[in-house]
C-alpha cells in the first residue's frame, strides 16, 4: 500500500504570501495525483487532479506540479479564504488513499 | 449545479446496522462511478466504497469489506451504504462524492478522483 506523507504539518503564513505544500509518495505514483482543500464543517473540495490540472471554478493562483514521488501544492498569493487544511490523494494503486494533510493557518 | 446531499446517520450500538442514503441532483448520475468516503472526528479521510456507473463493480478496502455493502438506484438518482456489524472504529462523518471529473465514457471504472462531496452525515457508534 502507497503511503503519503504530507509536510509541513502545519504552515503558519499571512494574506499576500505564497504557499508551499508538499507531498511524498513512498513509491512511484506518476501522475496520479490530486490535492484537496477542507475548511472547518464542510466537505473537501478538489483543486487539482493528475498532478496539475487545476479543476472547474479553481481560482488560477492554486497550481500543482510533480511527478514520480515529490508533488507541490502552490497558492501564489494567498487570500484570506484559502486558510484551511489540505490533502494530498493518489490514484495509483489499490487502495486509493490520501495523505494526512497540512494545516494552512493565518499568522 | 451538482448536487449530493446525505442523510441517515445517527447514534448507533456496536454490532447494529444503518442505512445511508444520498440523493444527486444536477448531473446524469447514471453516466458516473459513486464512492463513499469518511472521516473520523479530527482526523483525515479514508475512501470506503466505489460502485461503478453501471452496478457491475463494486469495491472495498479491507477495512470494511464484508460489513459495507455501496448500492445505487437509477430510477431514483440515489446512492446507499448499508453498514452491518459496525464498530466503533466506524463512528465517522460519511460523504458520497461524485467520480470524475470524467465520465464513464473515458474512465469506465472511475478514476477515483472525487469531485462533487456532499456535506456528509454523522454515524456514531456506541454503547
Known amino acids: 500500500e502507497i503511503v503519503l506523507t504530507q509536510s509541513p504539518a502545519t504552515l503558519s503564513l499571512s494574506p499576500g504570501e505564497r504557499g508551499t505544500l508538499s507531498c511524498r509518495a513512498s513509491?512511484?505514483?506518476?501522475?496520479?495525483l490530486a490535492w484537496y482543500q477542507q475548511k472547518p464543517g464542510q466537505a473537501p473540495r478538489l483543486l487539482i487532479f493528475?498532478?496539475?490540472n487545476r479543476a472547474t471554478g479553481i481560482p488560477a493562483r492554486f497550481s500543482g506540479s510533480g511527478s514520480g514521488t515529490d508533488f507541490t501544492l502552490t497558492i501564489s498569493s494567498l487570500e484570506p479564504e484559502d486558510f484551511a487544511v489540505y490533502y494530498c490523494?493518489?490514484?495509483?494503486?489499490?487502495?486509493?488513499?490520501f495523505g494526512q494533510g497540512t494545516k494552512l493557518e493565518i499568522k | 449545479q451538482v448536487q449530493l446531499v446525505e442523510s441517515g446517520g445517527g447514534v448507533v450500538q456496536p454490532g447494529r446496522s444503518l442505512r445511508l442514503s444520498c440523493v444527486a441532483s444536477?448531473?446524469?448520475?447514471?453516466?458516473?462511478?459513486m464512492h463513499w468516503v469518511r472521516q473520523a472526528p479530527g482526523k483525515g479521510l479514508e475512501w470506503v466504497a466505489i460502485?461503478?456507473?453501471?452496478?457491475?463493480?463494486?469495491y472495498y478496502p479491507d477495512s470494511v469489506k464484508g460489513r459495507l455493502t455501496i448500492s445505487r438506484d437509477t430510477s431514483r438518482n440515489t446512492l446507499y451504504l448499508q453498514m452491518d456489524s459496525l464498530r466503533v472504529e466506524d463512528t465517522a462523518v460519511y460523504y458520497c462524492?461524485?467520480?470524475?471529473?470524467?465520465?464513464?465514457?473515458?474512465?469506465?471504472?472511475?478514476?477515483?478522483?472525487?469531485?462533487?462531496w456532499g456535506q456528509g452525515t454523522l454515524v456514531t457508534v456506541s454503547s
Open positions: 513509491q512511484t505514483i506518476s501522475t496520479y
Open positions: 493528475d498532478a496539475s
Open positions: 460502485i461503478s456507473y453501471d452496478e457491475r463493480h463494486k
Open positions: 490523494q493518489h490514484r495509483s494503486s489499490w487502495p486509493p488513499c
Open positions: 444536477g448531473f446524469t448520475f447514471s453516466n458516473y462511478a
Open positions: 462524492a461524485r467520480d470524475g471529473p470524467w465520465d464513464y465514457s473515458r474512465h469506465p471504472q472511475g478514476t477515483y478522483y472525487f469531485d462533487w
